[in-house]
């Protein structure tokens, strides 16, 4: 699975909680029962609170950076390059 996928999902789900949240908080004074609903959905879209998809966020966001390879020398040391080098330090 590319990792933007993971990203983009948790992405989606937050746009969908946060305007359920707006809806709901538009629609408190004139129709409480729609506005708990949505609230409900909310917590669905979320999975959970939105402070836990924030943190659910972050984690998803740090893991898609690519880790660096490790450097590798283009020619393993000899013995002879170890001794010459030594040599050289010594002067």
Do not use: D, Y
Not at 19 to 43: E, W
Not at 57 to 67: F, G, N, R
Request: charged share 15%; proline share 10%.
């Amino acid at each position: 699975m590319c990792p933007a996928k993971p990203l983009m999902i948790h992405l989606v789900r937050g746009v969908i909680g946060i305007t359920l949240l707006v809806a709901a908080f538009v629609l408190a004074g004139r129709l409480p029962l729609v506005a708990l609903l949505l609230g409900g959905g909310a917590l669905i879209a979320f999975r959970g609170c939105p402070t836990c998809w924030l943190a659910g966020l972050l984690e998803v966001a740090s893991t898609k950076k690519p880790a660096l390879p490790a450097a590798v020398p283009v020619h393993p040391p000899t013995r002879e390059n170890l001794i010459q080098h030594h040599s050289q330090k010594r002067r």
